[in-house]
């Protein structure tokens, strides 16, 4: 069946433009997460929604950082005015209802500011 | 062959030898834990898990084990191939939470032919 699916797999953004980072989850799964992934380093996480709720954005970075799933299923991260430090893979990630069931993630999107 | 996870991230195989890939962690609450593989351009990808009312638990020639004791996992790959050559992380769920799973550092796995 179909996976977790990001896009685009890469961007490359100047300094101080907007970009917009789309995950489309495995249908039917409740939750859906993002995460950072730096280079050589474990995927850190940003933020997680049950349905369209957004119950923990803790790990966003900052306020330039905005997610959001309208309607409980395709997500977008949207990264305004990027910084080079924003450079890294952001990955999707969806579960299903159950708390000890594995994250399905997708393939990332690399993102690299110049 | 046998890595330390965290010290030592790279553990260099000969093609048909056994793997030991080792995960310390430091949340005596962590109650439920996940190994995921990850291969260069990809994302990471479900291998096992393990609920910690449990020591160890068997997938197709994976295995991990689980030493509350301790706080040790670790994740055994039998007759290791070329295709196991990735970069493996380790991930812990708290039992506080219902969501934020905790990755490790990983550890860079080179299966030579």
């Known amino acids: 069946g179909a996976g977790v699916s990001q896009s685009p797999r890469y961007k490359v953004a100047k300094r101080g433009q907007d970009v917009a980072l789309r995950c489309d989850p495995i249908?039917?799964?409740?939750?859906l997460f993002w995460y950072q992934q730096a280079l050589g380093q474990g995927p850190e996480f940003l933020t997680y929604?049950?349905?369209?709720?957004?119950?923990?954005k803790s790990g966003l970075p900052s306020d330039r950082f905005f997610a959001e799933r309208p309607e409980g299923s395709v997500s977008t991260l949207k990264i305004q005015r990027t910084q080079q430090e924003d450079s890294a893979v952001y990955l999707c990630?969806?579960?299903?209802?159950?708390?000890?069931?594995?994250?399905?993630f997708g393939n990332g999107t690399r993102l690299t500011v110049t | 062959g046998e890595s330390v996870g965290l010290h030592l991230p790279t553990l260099s195989v000969q093609e048909g030898d056994n793997s030991i890939i080792n995960c310390a962690y430091s949340?005596?609450?962590?109650?439920?834990f996940i190994w995921y593989k990850q291969e260069s351009g990809k994302g990471p990808q479900f291998i096992i898990d393990i609920r910690s009312n449990m020591d160890k638990r068997q997938g197709q020639r994976v295995t991990v084990l689980l030493n509350k004791t301790v706080k040790h996992l670790s994740l055994q790959i039998a007759a290791t191939q070329p295709g196991d050559s990735a970069v493996y992380f380790c991930a812990e769920l708290s039992r506080g939470s219902n969501y934020k799973l905790t990755f490790g550092k990983g550890t860079l796995l080179t299966v030579n032919p």
């Open positions: 949340n005596s609450a962590s109650d439920y």
């Open positions: 929604f049950q349905n369209e709720a957004q119950l923990d």
């Open positions: 249908s039917g799964h409740v939750s």
């Open positions: 990630a969806s579960r299903g209802d159950s708390r000890n069931s594995p994250l399905h």
